[in-house]
């Protein structure tokens, strides 16, 4: 399987900040359908029907770093060292932000104990201290997978890749709770998690596929695949005894449809836009892990100091607001923090 070429890294910027910006939008979303029950119908499907729109944020993160990464041969020390210095240092910082938030909103309570307090900071530390950072420490874990899993992508065949990916996929409907009934005793943890997205996004970012009406039938998948999570997500809502985020899970056949297809249209959309336009989306792009890092935070901010969430009009209009305004102040945020003496190391 070969790299991606240099020059179709374009479509790559572009995908990561359509993503960013969804994966802001599905944060704004998640107050709106905890109130299930408590707010109109018609006011829940809209929020229902957003997070729907952009499950594909993670999974195209995920598939980006196959896209970028799995086709090299790295030597270890230099690859762990390049890549968890730029991951771990930032996140430890903003986990430690969170962690003094929690203390100021007095979700978190520190006493005279230094050792105690210590040992709560590590607490929160080793399970996370927002929730949203929970992708980080899927994403350490699959840097440790990467330069193994990388020399079979640099060496399979593309049967052999869709053989895997066949296998991946089949796990991952018998995990589903639905199916989990049929599910046979076999051990293939091998093949479950975001391990697959690696691959897919590797695939399908170096595969050109000749197909007629390729991009009708991608959207038709996309516009499918909403539809199904988003009705889906709604229909278990009447039975209690299936986990309620079922449709939402990234680790889903709807989600992973929507997320191949997304990729896919961006892939093959070369919009022409003004150099102004391009040079934005380079400097968003530079500050793209910090935004992730800090946006829930400046959503805290957002919702207590101004009101700006989806309680500020109806949630089809304050929902895209909220996250743009978040995005655009985090954006913010995140380029001074760049500024000051070693910012650069934590800014993201």
Request: hydrophobic share 55%; proline share 5%.
């Amino acid at each position: 399987m070969q790299a991606i070429k240099a020059q179709n890294i374009d479509w790559i910027n572009n995908l990561r900040l359509i993503a960013l910006l969804a994966v802001i939008i599905l944060h704004c979303t998640s107050l709106l359908l905890m109130q299930f029950g408590k707010v109109p119908l018609s006011t829940w499907l809209v929020a229902d029907f957003l997070n729907a729109l952009v499950r594909f944020a993670v999974p195209c993160f995920v598939m980006i770093t196959g896209a970028l990464l799995l086709p090299k041969d790295y030597e270890l020390v230099g690859f762990f060292k390049k890549r968890l210095t730029r991951v771990v240092i930032p996140f430890v910082f903003w986990s430690l932000i969170y962690i003094a938030y929690s203390w100021y909103n007095e979700e978190l309570a520190f006493t005279n104990d230094l050792w105690l307090n210590i040992k709560l900071v590590l607490h929160q530390l080793k399970n996370g201290s927002c929730y949203h950072l929970w992708y980080v420490y899927m994403l350490i874990g699959l840097y440790f997978i990467i330069p193994i899993i990388g020399k079979f992508v640099c060496n399979a065949s593309e049967k052999e890749t869709l053989y895997f990916l066949l296998v991946w996929f089949g796990v991952m409907m018998f995990n589903q709770p639905y199916l989990s009934r049929f599910n046979p005793s076999i051990d293939m943890r091998y093949f479950t998690g975001y391990i697959g997205y690696l691959v897919l996004g590797n695939y399908l970012a170096t595969k050109e596929f000749n197909i007629p009406n390729l991009r009708k039938w991608l959207i038709f998948i996309s516009i499918f695949s909403i539809l199904l999570i988003t009705w889906g997500s709604w229909f278990i809502t009447q039975y209690p005894n299936i986990p309620g985020t079922m449709f939402y899970e990234p680790v889903n056949p709807a989600v992973l449809m929507l997320s191949a297809s997304v990729f896919l249209i961006v892939k093959y959309t070369v919009p022409k836009v003004p150099l102004v336009v391009i040079k934005i989306r380079y400097f968003i792009g530079g500050y793209n892990y910090g935004i992730y890092l800090g946006h829930a935070l400046v959503l805290y901010f957002l919702d207590d100091l101004a009101g700006i969430s989806y309680k500020l009009c109806t949630p089809i209009i304050s929902i895209p607001f909220t996250a743009i305004s978040c995005m655009l102040i985090t954006l913010l945020l995140v380029w001074l923090i760049s500024k000051i003496p070693y910012g650069k190391w934590i800014a993201g």
